[in-house]
């Protein structure tokens, strides 16, 4: 199977800078792209822990699912893929640069639940 989260590093919306992130949304930020790189490495488990410490953070980054979606695909949970896969299409809505990415993510999960 291709490796889709071997994208580059994680990116905000472009009319936002890290300047304009709060403090908690940055180290979000930067552990969504610890836990890329963990999963890249195929360390899918280490990559699950630091990805949910970043939604701990910070909810609202759609990045972080849609990278535990890549994470639970990896382990072949599909089910779980799938969930993530929702919730991260709730949150990268105004991206279509990552609503694209998670459609077809959405159609990877869906062949494998075939």
């Known amino acids: 199977m291709p490796s889709p989260h071997e994208h580059r590093p994680v990116s905000i919306a472009p009319e936002k800078s890290m300047e304009d992130l709060s403090h908690r949304a940055r180290a979000s930020l930067r552990l969504t792209e610890q836990g890329r ?4 490495n ?6 699950i ?16 699912y849609y990278y535990l979606s890549e994470a639970w695909l990896y382990k072949g949970k599909f089910e779980r893929a799938e969930e993530f896969n929702a919730l991260a299409e709730i949150h990268v809505k105004e991206s279509p640069e ?12 869906a062949e494998l639940i075939r």
């Open 37 to 40: 790189v963990l999963l890249r």
């Open 42 to 47: 195929g360390n899918p488990d280490d990559a």
């Open 98 to 109: 990552w609503m694209l990415r998670v459609m077809k993510q959405r159609e990877r999960i």
């Open 49 to 64: 822990g630091m990805l949910e410490r970043a939604i701990n953070l910070n909810s609202n980054n759609g990045l972080n």
